[in-house]
């Protein structure tokens, strides 16, 4: 069975400063990975997606995601962060179109002014 | 635009009465789902569709039923609403045309007094 884990619940940046979360996975074979943002009371938005090809891929609003598959790792980096940047953060592991998704527990990320 | 929709947004109901959170979306997706999220937790999949008059039960047991005779409405219903009920739910669909990402819809928050 496939499974997610991020390691860490709350993050705590200052505005401007590099972003890293964290995102180990289990899946016996090549995994579809994907990282979700929500806000406040919102739905899930889809930031990024990996399934083959080139290990580092890029998202919207400035995220990228670097697949290691030595490290079983998904980690989701921006360079700079915004104060609208504060959310919760979600990784996620399926099989391909025909599976259902397993969702991590979710990274808290606040950002101080 | 494509998009999934959901209503109501908010609902404050009374223990014991019935409910249906819709779900509806334009994206001419196949598949549908149904998740349960507390706040500041995981999300928890109760229910899911594959296509027209089919539903399968989730990992996370619910006294919700689902149905599905039209390909974009995914309706849920609580027969007899409790305080154990209060919750979000989340919405989504995926398509066979991309790897297994959903995209979910902005959420009912439902409390039960």
């Known amino acids: 069975a496939q499974s997610v884990t991020q390691p860490d619940i709350h993050i705590t940046v200052s505005e401007g400063a590099s972003l890293e979360l964290r995102c180990n996975y289990s899946?016996?074979?090549?995994?579809?990975l994907f990282w979700y943002v929500q806000s406040p009371g919102q739905g899930l938005q889809l930031l990024l997606k990996?399934?083959?090809?080139?290990?580092l891929v890029q998202g919207i609003k400035g995220f990228e995601a670097e697949f290691k598959r030595s490290q079983s790792s998904f980690n989701l980096r921006k360079p700079s962060v915004h104060w609208s940047d504060a959310a919760e953060y979600y990784c996620?592991?399926?099989?391909?179109?025909?599976?259902?998704?397993?969702f991590g527990s979710g990274t808290q990320l606040t950002v101080l002014p | 635009e494509a998009d999934i929709y959901q209503t109501p947004r908010y609902l404050v109901i009374g223990t014991g009465k019935k409910i249906t959170l819709e779900c509806s979306q334009t994206?001419?997706?196949?598949?549908m789902y149904w998740y349960q999220q507390d706040p500041g937790m995981e999300l928890h999949l109760i229910h899911y569709?594959?296509?027209?008059?089919?539903?399968e039960k989730g990992d996370l047991s619910s006294e919700s039923t689902v149905s599905r005779i039209r390909t974009e409405h995914f309706p849920l219903t609580l027969e007899s609403a409790r305080p154990s009920h209060t919750s979000q739910y989340l919405c989504?669909?995926?398509?066979?045309?991309?790897?297994?990402?959903?995209?979910f819809g902005p959420g009912t928050r439902l409390t039960v007094t």
């Open positions: 569709s594959y296509g027209v008059n089919s539903t």
């Open positions: 990996y399934f083959s090809g080139d290990t």
């Open positions: 899946y016996g074979a090549t995994p579809y």
């Open positions: 994206m001419g997706h196949d598949k």
């Open positions: 989504a669909s995926s398509g066979t045309g991309g790897q297994g990402e959903q995209y």
């Open positions: 996620a592991v399926g099989a391909g179109s025909a599976r259902q998704l397993t």
